[in-house]
């Protein structure tokens, strides 16, 4: 991952913009097999679903590309548009196409909260292309439908909802995460119980990753907890001032949605680990273990370093490159 990030952040971001297309279409091909039949040789099945790709020598979630190869592809497609965005038909349109497909075959297998998290991440390039907000109020409207549908779809996606709205009810496999987590996080206190000392983990399922939130709570206490926050904070204020300077309008819609994706799958795993929102399988950027999240996590990090790099330099000057 850190290779990735020194490699990728000397490249220039441009080159994104011309591989929009080839990117995408190569992500919706690798999202294909885990959804095909007859791959499961390479594709198999892990706790009810379909999510890694195989292949031996290397193993990945195509998912957590998906998540920068959308921003990438709608940064392109926001900059090509330019003031067509705020009309429906040849603004909004095309980017529903795009991230309706990438979300639908995450969602196919099954992974509800990255393909929300996909669907997301496209539409906040889109708003910080100046898309109209009542097209985006209809969107949410629609989306929200869609969500509540999946998830009455699914027996464990309504135990899960229900666990949120009744915690205090829930005692079977759905609630005994939430318990777990925040038990682990009330451990922790000021100053935490000490670096590996922590005992929920022992109880508490994925907790070096879906829950490794809760074990920093435990074993580093508030203070912890108020570090980490901290750091992505200035990871969010970074990413949006070099946004606000960038160059030309793609590296702009690029530094939001690489800031956006970091930001928003942070808050997202610290508001489940809270039980501030509904269990969901998201990691923590650059914490959790996980190959495919880590990797993409630094190569996205990477981009922006060199969206960062590009700042004041006129926009003929990085474009021509």
């Not at 990728?8 to 297309?21: P, T």
Request: hydrophobic content about 55%.
């Amino acid at each position: 991952g850190l290779l990735g990030l020194s490699i990728v952040s000397r490249v220039d971001y441009h080159i994104w913009r011309r591989l929009a297309w080839p990117i995408l279409v190569a992500t919706i091909l690798v999202l294909l097999i885990p959804i095909l039949p007859g791959t499961h040789a390479i594709a198999p099945t892990v706790n009810g679903a379909r999510r890694w790709v195989d292949l031996g020598i290397i193993n990945f979630q195509p998912s957590e590309i998906a998540r920068l190869a959308i921003i990438i592809w709608c940064a392109m497609l926001a900059a090509k548009k330019g003031a067509q965005v705020r009309e429906f038909k040849k603004g909004v349109m095309p980017f529903l196409v795009g991230i309706g497909v990438v979300s639908l075959l995450i969602l196919l297998e099954p992974n509800l909260s990255m393909a929300t998290l996909v669907a997301l991440l496209g539409l906040v390039v889109l708003f910080s292309a100046a898309a109209k907000i009542v097209h985006f109020t209809l969107l949410a409207l629609a989306g929200l439908l869609l969500l509540f549908e999946k998830i009455q779809s699914a027996q464990y996606r309504m135990a899960r909802l229900t666990t949120f709205l009744s915690p205090g009810e829930a005692t079977d496999a759905a609630g005994m995460q939430i318990h777990q987590s925040l038990v682990g996080i009330g451990s922790g206190r000021l100053l935490g119980v000490g670096f590996g000392e922590g005992q929920q983990k022992l109880f508490l399922p994925y907790a070096y990753s879906d829950f490794i939130f809760s074990t920093i709570g435990e074993e580093w206490g508030f203070l912890g907890v108020v570090l980490v926050v901290l750091l992505f904070g200035i990871f969010l204020w970074l990413g949006f001032r070099i946004a606000r300077s960038a160059p030309d309008p793609f590296g702009q819609f690029l530094a939001v949605g690489i800031t956006a994706m970091v930001g928003i799958t942070a808050v997202m795993h610290m508001a489940v680990s809270l039980s501030l929102m509904p269990t969901t399988g998201l990691t923590l950027p650059f914490m959790s273990y996980g190959r495919s999240s880590l990797v993409i996590s630094l190569a996205a990090t990477g981009i922006l370093v060199n969206i960062g790099r590009m700042r004041g330099r006129p926009a003929r000057e990085t474009t021509a490159k």
